[in-house]
């Protein structure tokens, strides 16, 4: 009985019209498949996210991380991913424990996100169990669903720093 207020574009493929469709279906925001965003959505429905909980081998990590104009719009996100290349892509929990730390100490917003059946299929379950116990005791985060960032942002970007919001 509750409402479905966001919306997740089929293999994360959107554009502008079917942005507009999604809105007029009366969803509050959509979530798209850009990977390795670490600040608030500049818009509601295209709200990028940090990781996919899959398996990402070191050259493919290396690929997403040289597109700036897709991927990284962050410039110090960039520099940190350069600087722990070797480090980063040894397993899943070590690049989404970096990842997540990044953020924690510059501030933003962590997406993760996982399709069931693929993590049952990639025997992943630990691993997540593993990083959400990882991060289930950290002071001044703030835990939120998609659609209460997109409400907490008012179709502002959003930036969480710690417990302040602005």
């Known amino acids: 009985g509750a409402r479905t207020k966001m919306f997740a574009y089929p293999?994360?493929?959107y554009n502008a019209k079917i942005m507009e469709l999604v809105r007029e279906c009366g969803f509050i925001g959509a979530r798209t498949?850009?990977?390795l965003n670490v600040t608030g959505p500049d818009c509601p429905f295209r709200m990028g996210v940090t990781l996919q909980v899959r398996p990402y081998g070191k050259m493919e990590f290396m690929q997403?991380?040289?597109?700036?104009?897709r991927l990284i719009r962050e410039n110090s996100l960039r520099s940190f991913l350069f600087a722990q290349?070797?480090?980063i892509a040894s397993s899943w929990e070590?690049?989404?424990?970096m990842l997540f730390n990044y953020v924690?100490?510059?501030?933003?917003?962590?997406?993760?996100?996982?399709h069931s059946w693929e993590i049952e299929r990639l025997k992943m379950w630990r691993s997540l169990d593993a990083f959400f116990h990882h991060i289930s005791k950290r002071k001044?985060?703030?835990?939120l669903s998609n659609s209460e960032v997109i409400e907490r942002a008012g179709g502002h970007p959003l930036i969480i720093r710690g417990d302040a919001m602005r």
């Open 94 to 97: 070590t690049l989404v424990a």
């Open 140 to 143: 001044n985060v703030l835990y």
């Open 33 to 35: 498949a850009d990977f």
């Open 104 to 114: 924690h100490r510059n501030g933003g917003v962590f997406h993760v996100y996982g």
């Open 64 to 69: 997403l991380a040289k597109d700036p104009g």
């Open 11 to 13: 293999k994360g493929s």
């Open 85 to 87: 290349w070797g480090v």
